[in-house]
C-alpha cells in the first residue's frame, strides 16, 4: 500500500541521492508545492510516487514498490512521465500500456557552460508571444497555452528577436527540463538554436539548478544541439500511458 506523505524534506533527500534520473521528479515537487506526493514507509521510503493530474511521477529501485501500484488506480486512463526505462519495463508488464514515447535523459553533468559560443544576443521570451509559442509548439493540447504562460512567467526562458518578431526560442518545464525550443522556418541554420539552448542553461545555472532536458529517441537535430552545448547522456526514460480496467 502506498501512503501519502508530506515530510518533502525526507522525499527529497531519497531523490537527491539517485540524481539525475529524479531531476524530473524534484523539479515537479519544487514547483508544484499541491502535488500528491505517494511513498512505502513514512520513515525510510523506497520509491516515491508523484501524482500531477493525467501524469504519474515515479523512482524506485525495489521491485516491491512496483507491486504496490496494485489497486492504487481505479479505472481510467493515467500517464507517466520520464519514467527510467527500466521501472517504465515493470509497469508496463503489469498494466497495459496504450501509447509510448520513448527518450534520451541529457545533462551538464559538471554544470559548465561556455557561453562564448553564443553568436547572437538572445532575451527573455516576452509574454506577448505566448499564443505564437503554443501555436507552434509540437505537443499541443487543451491545456498547453496556460502551461507555457506559467512558464514563461515563473522559470527562465530565452529567445532571439529579430526587428521585434520572436523567431527562436526554448523555455523550462515545470518539471525544470529544457524544452518547447522551435526556430521559425527562415530563421534556421543561423545558429540561433545553440545560442538560445546556451543563454538558458546559464540561466538556468545562475538560479541554482541542474540544466537537464528529454529528447525523444529519434529526433538527432535536437541530440547533436545538445552535445555542442556539452550535454552528456545519462539515461533511458519513457513518456506513456496506461489504461486500468473499463474505463466509461
Known sequence: MLLRINNKQLVMEFLSRNMPITLNIIGIINNLPEVEVYVDNLQKPNGVLVKRNYFHYIYTEDNNFIDKLDGFFTDGY??????????????????????????????????????????????????????????????????????????????????????????????????????????????????????VALDLTNKIIEAGKIPYLQIVNGNNKSRGLATKCGFEECGKVSWFGIVVGTPT
Open 78 to 195: 493515467y500517464g507517466f512521465s520520464g519514467v527510467e526505462a527500466g521501472i517504465a519495463d515493470k509497469i508496463k508488464t503489469k498494466l497495459t500500456a496504450d501509447w509510448e514515447n520513448p527518450c534520451t535523459l541529457y545533462w551538464l553533468k559538471d554544470n559548465k557552460v561556455n557561453i562564448d559560443l553564443i553568436k547572437n544576443t538572445p532575451q527573455n521570451v516576452l509574454i506577448k508571444d505566448v499564443e505564437v509559442i503554443d501555436q507552434l509548439y509540437e505537443y499541443r493540447h487543451k491545456g498547453s497555452l496556460e502551461a507555457i504562460k506559467r512558464n514563461i512567467i515563473e522559470r527562465p526562458s530565452s529567445a532571439i528577436y529579430v526587428e521585434d518578431e520572436i523567431v527562436c526560442w526554448c523555455l523550462v518545464h515545470e518539471d525544470n527540463s529544457m524544452g518547447i525550443m522551435y526556430t521559425k522556418e527562415k530563421h534556421r541554420k543561423k545558429g540561433y538554436g545553440i545560442d
